[in-house]
């Protein structure tokens, strides 16, 4: 007897016929695993050895070593640490209010969604990044702002995803036969509404991720994010930018890492995306 | 049409008006002051300082002052530089944003439609696969590590081009590539992806059954409708460069009105960030009207969603 397959392990089957994403899931993988793991085992990121100074790349120091004489690997572990954390909680930030929001209005529909949904119109028109730069200046450079800050910039297309989403699938025969079957609501929703939103929203966060860690770095650069001691990979960046005219590396070496990165979240979105055949969102 | 322009057009008054109020308040409930910078400002000077920029009025009034005379033009005067207004300021370091934003602009279209539609043409060919590639390389790579990557190989190691400055067009040509490369390859494949769903319709296959050249159905027939999701795009692509313009302006230290808001803001320089924040707000308002219009002239269909 043939087994049947589900919606999942298909999708799970051509994702693993995707080279390039699942290289990046596994680069992406390695990163954090390092990043997570790397700081326990590597030099302290902030011991300072100024009689060293900054060195080239060595066998002692694989990346080489700042102007302070800390170990640029450290540093870049630990920086890497700080920027994936912001990415996934602004992400998660982001998730939480734009599916909701989204659900919500496409359940209601009518008038209810029609005011809903102009007001994410109205927002996106606003030039949001500007708020955020003046948010940070004004209210110091706090991180726990810069999650709140970021995931209320980024909600906005999660919200219309959702809502397109839910609003489609409302209107499906198997919500009709599931009602006829007399089910419950509740039972509806969970069991048949949010599986199926599931696979633009898993896709849409892939893609999100990186558009996050891409603003905390720009607000980094900008000396406007993540403050020292605390240090990310916007922070090493702009370090780096500063004196790259002596110390190549530093700027070399965290710019490196913090694009593979992108690369990697980017190609498992797309991978994603193709797998679960999510038709793409035309904002 | 001319009723869809006017009613956008009025949209847009209550959303600028939250802006500028949005902000008036914000500023004026942060900690700090434009004069706390300054140390040794005594009582008496700092009364005086404050009553010589109608500080010492209610907030209610100063609002309303602002209000009236932003109605007549006039962003008032800058708090940093005692001698000169906002709107010379403005007028000074616009030109200079104008210019780099324009440059930019023109090398994501540029490089961006050749490569998308190419990449279409030339689907699942190697070409399609490079140009796909380049286009990923083009958004991952932040501006902030290309930028300085740039100057570190073609200012100081090859010395073609200065490494800071604006002085000609020599020196547009690292911060347009700088700013433009991201959204070069989002235009990229954006345009590939219009452009496919269009050869396939219906539509081509006619012009092509009648004969016309390959060249032609692509330039002529295709093209109008593939460029939609590009058009769609250029709303959130002036937004980005407008503000990619911040970190770039700090990179190449071009004198332009990005690095003038964010010292603004950094210095508590009341009107000047209300003058800076009305600008930019003003103009990706206004642009994203522009790209509305533009898309249902495109696609006449959109005026009745």
Redesign the interface.
């Known amino acids: 007897m043939e087994r049947g397959h589900s919606p999942w392990s298909d999708a799970w089957h051509r994702l693993r016929k995707n080279r390039m994403a699942l290289a990046g899931a596994i680069l992406l993988a390695v990163l954090a695993l390092a990043c997570a793991a790397g700081p326990v085992f590597s030099q302290s990121y902030e011991e300072q050895n100024l009689d060293l100074g900054a060195v080239p790349p060595s066998a002692a120091h694989w990346l080489g070593t700042d102007t302070l004489g800390r170990d640029l690997l450290a540093r870049t572990l630990y920086g890497g640490r700080i920027s994936i954390m912001v990415g996934l909680v602004a992400t998660f930030v982001a998730l939480a209010i734009g599916v909701t929001y989204g659900a919500i209005a496409g359940f209601l529909g009518g008038k209810t969604d029609a005011v809903m949904m102009r007001i994410v119109d109205i927002l996106y028109a606003l030039p949001f990044a500007i708020f955020v730069i003046l948010l940070m200046v004004f209210f110091g450079r706090n991180i726990f702002l810069l999650f709140f800050a970021i995931g209320a910039v980024e909600w906005l297309t999660m919200a219309r995803i959702v809502r397109g989403q839910v609003m489609s699938i409302k209107r499906m025969e198997f919500i009709e036969a599931a009602r006829a079957l007399g089910l419950g609501r509740r039972r509806i929703i969970f069991r048949h509404v949010i599986p199926n939103v599931l696979g633009p929203v898993i896709v849409y966060t892939t893609l999100t991720i990186p558009a996050v860690m891409l603003l905390e770095a720009f607000l980094s650069f900008l000396g406007l994010g993540v403050q020292a001691p605390m240090s990310s990979w916007g922070v090493l960046i702009k370090d780096g930018s500063e004196k790259m005219e002596e110390f190549w590396w530093l700027l070399v070496f965290p710019g490196a890492l913090f694009s593979m990165t992108l690369f990697s979240l980017n190609f498992l979105g797309d991978g994603l995306r193709d797998a679960l055949d999510v038709r793409a969102s035309r904002d | 049409m001319i009723r869809f322009v006017v009613q956008r057009l009025l949209q ?1 008054i209550p ?1 600028i008006w939250v ?1 500028i109020t949005a ?1 008036f308040f ?2 004026r409930f ?2 700090g002051g434009p004069f706390t910078a300054e140390k040794a400002v005594t009582p008496e000077i700092l009364r005086n300082l404050e009553a010589h920029y109608g500080m010492n009025k209610p907030l209610y009034r100063q609002y309303l002052d602002y209000a009236w005379s932003l109605l007549r033009g006039d962003l008032g005067p800058s708090f940093k530089y005692p001698t000169r207004s906002v709107n010379e300021i403005i007028a000074d370091k616009l030109p200079v944003s104008m210019e780099l934003g324009l440059v930019s602009l023109a090398v994501a279209l540029g490089v961006g439609l050749p490569l998308g539609v190419l990449a279409a043409v030339k689907r699942n060919s190697w070409i399609d696969y490079v140009c796909s590639s380049v286009a ?1 390389v083009g ?4 501006t ?2 290309l ?3 740039l ?2 190989v073609f200012a ?1 190691h090859f010395g073609q081009f200065n490494a800071s400055g604006w002085f000609g067009p020599m020196d547009w040509v690292l911060p347009s590539i700088t700013l433009g490369s991201v959204y070069a390859a989002y235009v990229a494949r954006l345009t590939r ?1 219009g452009m496919l769903e269009v050869l396939s319709q219906d539509y081509i296959r006619t012009a092509r059954a009648k004969g016309a050249s390959e060249t032609r159905v692509v330039l002529k027939h295709a093209l109008r409708g593939g460029l939609t ?1 590009v058009v ?1 795009f250029l709303g959130p692509a002036i ?2 460069i ?2 990619g313009s ?2 770039i302006e ?2 190449f230290q071009i004198p332009g009105i990005g690095r003038e ?2 010292n603004s ?2 210095n508590r320089d009341y009107t000047l ?1 209300l003058g800076t ?1 009305i600008l ?2 003003g103009f ?2 206004g642009m ?1 009207l522009v790209v509305d219009i533009a898309l249902v002239w495109l696609n006449p269909r959109l005026k009745f969603e």
């Open positions: 847009t959303v802006i902000t914000m500023i942060v900690p990923m958004i991952c790579v932040p902030f590590v930028g300085p990557l100057i570190l100081i992806g999701p769609s937004a980005g407008v503000t911040f970190v700090t990179i808001f964010i803001a950094t960030v924040v930019y707000a990706i308002i994203n």
